[in-house]
């Protein structure tokens, strides 16, 4: 059992892993043999403004997870009071902490979305409020029974009269099995629509009196009309806050799915989006990948403790020994070397109201110092597909309107991947090339498919170094784009960093354990520097960079003299690459 720390204002404990990696145990009971490889330090607190902090990020989006009971929400009000943009809080149970902020609350159930002005949008409100994968054969029929039916019907009568009509007028079985779905369902829904409107003040949107398919249902059609409004900029820096976010995130079915998707991705420019859950897990990967902060409190989940480890195993010992009130960041830049436990102090937290100011709370980290880089340029894209989707964009971008079958047959014969249910889906989930399509990196093109700018920025060698700053001359551009698809003949996900003093590529391999092959081993990423020539002055600079940031480095060049000066220099310490130009 861990100890309770005994905190004081303006103290706290913080947890780091050091290179040594030993263990100084956490509580009274011995270390296990996992633990053993870790180490636990205390180190003095620094107190930080995590406004700022969030600030900082590529994004604004925030995550906060943790068990019931940690800490997730109250720390989650307090963030809401120190931003300054207007808040739409979405809240679906009575007694919240956030409708005793002093905003605006808005009884939903009075005002609710019209479902029937967008079929569209009612379609995937219903997949959203009732998840269909385990309904069987029919399930595939019910979307698109359903928009007919939505789109001949201007209220929930007529939606019940055109119901009945269809089962009476249709001898189909999984016709009728589907619409019959969808009358046992729909009965939950039908409230009275009430005229949906958002101002420009903070608001609470409270659910808590509807019924828990209808706070999904009302909740996912709220959330699409507001991000419609900032789409056409009709709204600018809006702060969407989504409360158990898990209501939302569970049901998706083909093409069917939460806006949530949508948003984390291309929200950055129009404002931000926070959501809360109980379990890091409950977020799909696709979400969770969008959002620059994660902060986590406590948690022993199974899926979460996978999760964690795939990141950093560490992060998932930390997490699921944390104390009440204390958080880590899953994203924090440095997580393979130290990681620093936030500590939100709530005894000096009183009755928090909209108008607070932030010198009335402790918000607390280690400033840790660590022997390696915290240049952004070192931490992995944080949208970067995963690397079977990597795998199915490289099999598209070599295989010119190639069809699902001949892709199938690349990826068998490269060995990345090799499972027919992964390629072509099954049990209704999405084959990988419908994935791509989803997450707009692909999209179809008669039998086979092509990959959009988002998809190409990823494998596209030309999109890869598009935006490095230090290309150098054509030889060596041409040298990296070559180098870009040695590396990808390996499955490889490549970045060409920014910054004059950056790497010229950074390569990070699939994981080894057959298992995992479908996660990325950051821990074993390489740096790789392209090099025209043997220049000693230019070789030693070069070397610099692997102790500067601790990276380990290949040399490529195109010629073996070139690579045999390079090896003198070096002391034959590195990884070396010949690459054939011609």
Known sequence: MLYEPNISPGSSIVM?????????????????????KYRLAKVKAERLGLKAYIHTKSNRNVLITGSSGQGKSKLTRHLLGEMPYQKLIFSFKAGEEYLKMGYSIRDISKTLPD????????????VVAFPMGSIGIQASLIPSALDRLVKSSSSWQDLSKNIEKTLKSTKESNIRSA????????PR??????????????????FSALNDDAKSFYAELALRQVYSEMERRKRKDVLICVDEAHRLTTGTFGRYHTILVEMSREIRDKGMLWITTQNYTDIPDSIRNQFASQFMFKSTAQNDMVALKAIEPLLAWTVSSLPNHYFVDAQFSDIHSFIPVFYYNPVLEKDIKA??????????????????SKLEYFKPPEDRPTATQHAAMLAICNNNDASLSELAKYLKEKGWITGDPTIYGAKGRP?????????SLAKQRGKGYELTENGLKFVDPEMIISDARNTGSDLHIRLMKKTIEKLHEENMLVIAPKGSDAPDLIAYPVASVSKKKYMWDDKNRMAYEIQTTARKDSV????????KYTIPITWVTYDEGILDDIKKITEGKDAYLLIKMW
Request: net charge negative; no cysteine; glycine share 6%.
């Open 16 to 36: 780091v892993a050091t290179p040594s990696r030993k263990l100084v145990s956490l509580g009274s009971q011995p270390a296990t043999h996992e633990e053993k």
């Open 115 to 126: 479902p029937f002005s967008n079929p569209e949008a009612f379609v995937n409100a219903f």
């Open 179 to 186: 619409v019959s779905f969808i009358k046992a369902q729909t």
């Open 189 to 206: 829904l039908a409230y009275n629509a009430g005229g949906f409107s958002i101002g420009d003040d903070t608001t609470v949107l409270d």
């Open 355 to 372: 108008s607070v100011k932030s010198s009335e709370y402790s918000l607390q980290v280690v400033a840790g110092k660590s022997q390696s």
């Open 431 to 439: 084959g990988i090339f419908e994935s791509l399509v989803k997450l």
């Open 540 to 547: 030693l600079t070069n070397t610099d960079k692997k102790d």
